[in-house]
């Protein structure tokens, strides 16, 4: 057989997001480990970030009455007009975003959307700039294109927020002259949400080195407080520069159906498209209709959606202050907590979330799997492990009630947590 690592972009991409293993084969995702973990196990899965409750019956009754009325064949490379059209309609009407359809593309999710962009925008050897933690498909989408990964930390605040490090941030922004610069609103997995000013900074920074703003929308819909969210392209004077990805999955719980979306100048979406279409081509024909139905329509499924997982949120949440010792985040946005165990053990996430998973049944997303090993987001979140409020209610009561265990336990043996699992 030829040896496979004559061609060694695939390897590049998985060490970049930390797939490889000790012994160098290749891992899963951390979302995947912790998923199979907990069915090993027998823990309650509080891990990937996958809605536990279901689309609306309306989105399910729409698509079907699509697939009869005959969109089963290949969509237009663009995506179908409706969609594209629907999708420009709710940004103005929930942002105050002006987007022509020709701006928008249909994409297989937010994760192809990012991929193709970054592909077609960032040079070969060009720099990155991120926020840490960071979505796993990033480091793989920047290998692919062959270009440098640099991240900029956001850290806990000490009041159970979070905040960029802006220091951090005008350092790389000198040190390496980016070319685009990434940016995560509301982001996972701290739920912390840009500001229109924290975003107009970030388009100066842009703007000073002729530079891309990409943005990474998918949580748009599920700010839980009243702050709400800002697009970069509203935010920033040159909207031109921002290239915006969002996705309809997580908003309308019907994250396999990948309709997923990226809004950008005409001519910047061409280019983007140019690549996107030796990835997929297209997909999802008659889920398009049916999601363009629900976005032009008047369901209040995304506001229900949002006060149920604000519900979800605080029944967890208080479940983590009944921990002593515990620091947890109140999130703003998304399906996160972050919950940091430092004062509590000398283990690291990954070792801990194992402990917690075989003595106390339950499994998060250890932190650091989401950061780049010795950087300071790192170091900030060694043991700290993210818990997701948007399984089923009964995951998430059942999560609620084993952390309140977890808190009882602790009272009466406070070194519980210093042993090795």
């Not at 159970?160 to 609103?185: H, K, M, S, Y």
Request: hydrophobic share 45%; with cysteine; charged share 15%.
């Amino acid at each position: 057989m030829p040896d496979i690592m004559r061609a060694p972009l695939w390897h590049a991409m998985a060490d970049s997001a930390g797939l490889t293993n000790p012994d160098g084969s290749i891992g899963e995702t951390i979302y995947g480990q912790m998923t199979k973990f907990a069915a090993e196990v027998g823990a309650v899965n509080l891990g990937q970030g996958a809605p536990g409750t279901e689309p609306p019956e309306d989105l399910i009754a729409a698509t079907a009455e699509a697939m009869r009325a005959g969109f089963n064949q290949y969509a237009p490379g663009q995506g179908f007009p409706r969609l594209l059209e629907a999708v420009a309609a709710q940004r103005g009407r929930d942002f105050g975003q002006q987007v022509a359809p020709e701006e928008v593309l249909y994409t297989a999710g937010a994760t192809e959307g990012l991929t193709a962009a970054i592909l077609a925008l960032l040079p070969r050897g060009g720099s990155l700039v991120a926020f840490e933690p960071f979505y796993d498909s990033y480091p793989a989408a920047i290998a692919a294109a062959g270009g440098a990964l640099h991240t900029v930390p956001i850290l806990p605040d000490g009041h159970g927020g979070f905040a960029p490090d802006w220091e951090a941030f005008d350092r790389v922004v000198a040190e390496v002259d980016p070319a685009i610069f990434l940016v995560n609103t509301p982001h996972n997995p701290t739920g912390f949400v840009f500001s229109g000013t924290d975003l107009a900074r970030i388009g100066r920074a842009a703007a000073g080195v002729d530079a891309w703003v990409l943005s990474d929308e998918v949580y748009e819909q599920l700010v839980l407080t009243d702050q709400g969210h800002v697009p970069p392209a509203v935010a920033i004077g040159d909207s031109a520069r921002v290239v915006t990805v969002s996705s309809a999955g997580k908003s309308w719980n019907a994250t396999g159906w990948k309709i997923g979306w990226v809004i950008a100048a005409s001519e910047v979406r061409q280019a983007i498209q140019t690549v996107k279409q030796f990835l997929s081509f297209t997909a999802g024909g008659p889920m398009q209709i049916g999601m363009a139905d629900m976005l032009t329509g008047d369901s209040q499924f995304v506001a229900e959606n949002r006060a149920s997982l604000r519900a979800r949120a605080e029944v967890l949440v208080s479940a983590c202050r009944t921990v002593p010792g515990a620091g947890m985040s109140t999130p703003q946005a998304g399906y996160f907590t972050v919950v940091d165990f430092s004062a509590l053990t000398d283990l690291d996430a990954f070792e801990l979330n194992a402990l917690l998973a075989r003595k106390f049944g339950m499994v998060g997303i250890p932190v650091p799997a989401l950061c780049r090993p010795g950087s300071s987001a790192y170091e900030a979140y060694r043991s700290s492990i993210r818990y997701s409020f948007c399984k089923s209610v009964a995951d998430v009561d059942s999560g609620a009630q084993l952390l309140i265990a977890l808190g009882g336990h602790l009272r009466e043996s406070p070194d519980a947590l210093r042993q090795r699992p």
